[in-house]
């Protein structure tokens, strides 16, 4: 039997890319997902489409940078579904520009996504894990938090501080011997909506003409999909899956 099989994963920002072909891999591998996002129309679709096939699959509207709403996320994930054995923290928005443009609103928006976001989506579910001593935890960060560059600057900061809250988490539980794994997954450039986030036109033409290597989304959720599946006593820690062609 696949270590998948009836693990109930909480994923944030399914109603899209990585998010979506996440559900669709884990839930072809037996996973009760709980899938999370803002737009209902999506997330409706998606678990019909889930459920057609024969997987599992239940939805809440939820914005990650509402604390509240992640709590009530938790809530119902452990009414419906009793326990919560992965979080799959992947909701994220990248809208770069460079500093001097001053677009001030839309690093206010990174920051309560991209990092409030996740700490909230942990907050959330970091009880129920620690008194089951049993938990997978999986941040998207991204080559952005390993690498910087111009115009990047804000995201970069925000998927730096994914990789260093991922750490910090496995370090804890480490410690704590919780046997919480912690998976910190940095794609490079994927096929999704996240370049419809960029409002800036010179930004956004050059990150057209640098996704056109762009791979596609499944690739990420396979990665995911492995570190779920590999036995408890394994953490897979860190991940970073790029084009072959892509040099940064
Ligand atoms: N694509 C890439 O090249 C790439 C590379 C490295 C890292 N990543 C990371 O991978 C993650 C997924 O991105 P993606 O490429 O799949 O982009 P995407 O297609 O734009 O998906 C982003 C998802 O996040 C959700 N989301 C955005 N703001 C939210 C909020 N406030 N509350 C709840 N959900 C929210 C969106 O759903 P709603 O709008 O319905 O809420 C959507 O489902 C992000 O963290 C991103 O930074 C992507």
Known sequence: MSNIQNKVVIITGA???????TAKELASKGAKLVLAAR????????QEEIQNNGGQAIYKVADVSSREQMEELAAYTLEKYGKIDVLVNNAGIMPQAFLFKKKVDEWDKMIDVNIKGVLYAIAAVLPSMRERKSGHIINLSSVAGHNIYPG???????????RAISE????EEAMSGTNIRVTNVSPGA??????????????????DEFYKVAIDADNIARAISFAI????DVGINEMIIRPTVQQG
């Not at 990047?152 to 730096?160: A, I």
């Open 15 to 21: 109603s899209s890319g990585i998010g979506g072909a």
């Open 39 to 46: 737009r209902e129309d999506r997330l409706k679709k998606l």
């Open 152 to 162: 990047g600057t804000v995201y970069c900061g925000t998927k730096h501080a994914v």
């Open 168 to 171: 910090g988490l496995r370090q």
């Open 190 to 207: 994927v096929s999704s909506e996240l370049l419809e986030t960029t409002s800036d036109s010179e930004m956004k033409a050059g990150l």
């Open 229 to 232: 599946e590999q036995p408890s």
